[in-house]
């Protein structure tokens, strides 16, 4: 069946968020151990949700706290450190151009989302957004993607998700999407190209296993 809607990851995806989400979880690991944090370890958290990863990286302490440095550290750089990454923004008006529907389906909150998304001038090519408060389920649960796909009239069959991590990819699955991995973000910051299944396991792998890998942005239309 013709694909007819592509629902984007935001972080990694569509944003070069890296820096300033290492940059912020450093920022904790600093407040806490008065040390950096490793960098690996941290890009292997990249698509949860923050509290869940909170909450496993530092157990004894309290994550509402926790979170507040992460968020405080990037509150007044966010706008001026995030990027387009290349091609994304072509990509996405081309395929409004086209009639496709998009959406966005991200662990971030709905406020720096928007942020985002006017920053880089696609607010009005992204048909529907959902974000970490919009549903008390995240990624790799279905329930995320449902729900946008819901927003948007579309079967999942006929629709695609397009994100860097296996939460993302896990997600899309899970509704009964094609998945899309894409080939830059984290793993460009680590040199290797797992970084995105890092601290999964073998079954989980191969459940979560894309459908596509893409190396540029402009890939996405040989597959579609």
């Known amino acids: 069946m013709k694909i007819n809607t592509v629902i984007f990851d935001f972080d990694g995806t569509i944003a070069d968020t890296n820096k300033i989400i290492i940059d912020s979880w450093q920022a904790v690991y600093r407040a806490y151990t008065g040390k950096e944090g490793d960098v690996d370890y941290i890009l292997s958290t ?69 942020e985002g998304l006017e920053v880089f001038g696609i607010t009005d090519l992204i048909d529907y957004v959902v974000t970490v408060e919009d549903t008390d389920k995240h990624k790799p649960d279905p329930e995320p993607a449902r729900i946008c796909l819901s927003k948007l009239g579309s079967k999942p069959e006929e629709s695609i998700m397009v994100g860097d991590s296996y939460f993302d990819m896990g997600c899309g699955k899970n509704a009964g999407m094609q998945t899309v991995m894409v080939s830059w973000s984290a793993a460009k910051e680590s040199g290797t190209e797992s970084v995105a299944l890092k601290g999964v396991t073998p079954e989980e792998r191969i459940a979560f296993t894309p459908d596509y890998i893409i190396k540029s942005a402009d890939e996405l239309w040989d597959i579609l």
């Open 46 to 114: 990249f698509g949860e949700p923050l509290y869940y990863s909170m909450e496993k990286a530092f157990p004894d302490y309290d994550v509402e706290e926790t979170v507040a440095i992460y968020r405080g550290y990037q509150k007044d750089i966010y706008k001026k450190e995030i990027k387009l990454f290349p091609g994304m923004g072509e990509l996405i008006k081309g395929l409004k151009e086209k009639g496709y529907k998009t959406g966005i389906v991200t662990s971030r909150l709905k406020a720096p989302t928007y």
